[in-house]
């Protein structure tokens, strides 16, 4: 069962992560999300380089190649020290947007490691029950 301290922990690392990814992808501003981040930060994702650099770098890029780039979050979810983001993203390199799962470790109130799948929408699918 989940205490109630472990519950607000949860709602905080949720409101952490929205808002730094807000300020990362959703404004392309890494100087605005860097206060989100702890110390360090590992990126396990394959296009970007490690550490705060290489995010700083990746938001460079991403902002020059898909300024348009928008996203909805269509769930988040929170157990112990992960925070989940489903999302659809718009304005990038697919025609009809992608399917995107960020997975991010908070560590003392902070951000600090970054896992994530990106698949592309189809435009026609098998079943009636849509990516999200």
Do not use: C
């Amino acid at each position: 069962m989940t205490t109630s301290s472990e519950a607000a922990r949860l709602e905080a690392n949720k409101k952490l992560v929205l808002e730094f990814y807000d300020a990362v992808i959703g404004r392309k501003d890494f100087e605005a999300g860097r206060k989100y981040m702890g110390d360090t930060y590992k990126q396990h994702a394959p296009y970007a380089e490690d550490g705060h650099e290489g995010l700083r770098k990746f938001v460079q890029w991403f902002r020059e190649n898909f300024p348009n780039h928008r996203y909805e979050v269509k769930r988040v979810i929170a157990e112990g020290d992960f925070v989940v983001l489903h999302l659809h993203g718009t304005g990038g390199p697919n025609p009809h947007g992608e399917a995107v799962v960020d997975i991010f470790r908070v560590e003392d109130g902070k951000v600090v490691e970054h896992w994530d799948i990106i698949q592309p929408i189809p435009e026609k699918f098998d079943n009636p029950n849509g990516m999200f």
